[in-house]
């Protein structure tokens, strides 16, 4: 059974910084593509970040580029999103996915419960 747990949700202030983690099991790990969305109240889900197998490669959304850097440990199972410089717009509960493409929400296979960003001004 696949699992994938984020962690380092919580309560921050704009400018601030905020670190999450997700822990992957139940799958061999370097043959996923690792990648973050996020939904805020109200609006439809969407892609922050993404890296591939090996993690030279990294995608991101024009919104987060430059703030948010997503990294990988194969070892440890664990993809990272580093979220710098957080603006009350990063306000979202943020999911971490697994797929064996990148591509839309659809073409990943596994999602994990989500964690909650809040960005007080």
């Known amino acids: 059974q696949v699992q994938l747990v984020e962690s380092g949700g919580g309560l921050v202030q704009a400018g601030g910084s905020l670190r999450l983690s997700c822990v992957a099991s139940?799958?061999?790990?370097?043959?996923?593509?690792m990648g973050w969305f996020r939904q805020a109240p109200g609006k439809e889900r969407e892609f922050v970040a993404a890296i591939t197998w090996s993690g030279v490669r990294t995608l991101y959304a024009e919104s987060v580029k430059g703030r948010f850097t997503i990294s990988r440990d194969n070892a440890k199972n664990t993809v990272n999103l580093q979220m710098n410089s957080l603006k009350r717009e990063d306000t979202a509960v943020y999911y971490c996915v697994a797929g064996l493409e990148y591509g839309p929400a659809a073409a990943y296979d596994y999602w994990g419960q989500g964690t909650q960003v809040t960005v007080s001004s």
């Open positions: 139940g799958l061999t790990f370097s043959n996923y593509v």
